[in-house]
């Protein structure tokens, strides 16, 4: 079909939403506290190379005689892109998960289910980043107030945060 293009009938086919709360609760139990502690794991691994290169150019620096710090200019949007393919690449993997999320037993998909890719991850990254600038960390408490736990840069960019199959499974069974 092409763009502008209706279907037979003049409707286009919504795709529902693939993860229903009340008949799949095992999905969406615990999310939001694990997700809040698989944060910080991917703060942690985001960091450890910033404040590695940051002590490297300090160092580097003295031993210039303050030319090398310098090389604290191109730092800010270098730590900006390497969050950004970190996102990027870990969302867009098989496990649809940044590492925090693996360790947590939490993936990512689209509201109707399909896996999450490069683009998505960063610009998932971008809005959360945002939003939580903008409008404060309160913002994260709309994840109280909807059966899914989303929260509002997931319900901007369509994406729903579950436990994996495996936790899912054992939440079933256990």
């Known amino acids: ?3 502008g293009d209706t279907p037979p009938g003049g409707q286009i086919e919504l795709k529902p939403h693939a ?3 009340v008949a799949s609760p095992e ?4 999310v939001l506290a694990r997700r809040a502690v ?3 794991i991917d703060l942690f691994i985001i960091a450890v190379p910033i404040i590695g290169a940051s002590v490297f150019i300090l160092i580097f620096g003295l031993f210039t005689f303050g030319f090398g710090w310098l090389l604290f200019w191109p730092l800010s949007p270098g730590a900006l892109i390497w969050a950004l393919l970190y996102y990027g690449f870990t ?3 098989e496990a649809s998960a940044t590492i925090g999320m693996r ?3 939490l993936e990512m998909r689209t509201w109707y289910g399909a896996p999450c890719y490069f683009v998505l991850g960063a610009v998932h990254a971008i809005a959360f980043y945002l939003t939580v600038s903008a409008l404060t960390p309160l913002v994260l408490l709309v994840g109280l107030f909807n ?3 989303r929260l509002l840069h997931d319900l901007l ?3 729903v945060v579950i436990n994996n199959d495996r936790r899912a499974a054992i939440l079933r069974h256990g």
């Open 103 to 105: 360790v947590m037993d």
């Open 91 to 93: 969302f867009g993997s």
């Open 27 to 30: 999905l969406f139990d615990g």
């Open 19 to 21: 993860y229903d709360p």
């Open 157 to 159: 960019l369509g994406t």
């Open 38 to 40: 698989a944060f910080f």
């Open 147 to 149: 059966a899914r736990q």
């Open 1 to 3: 079909m092409v763009i």
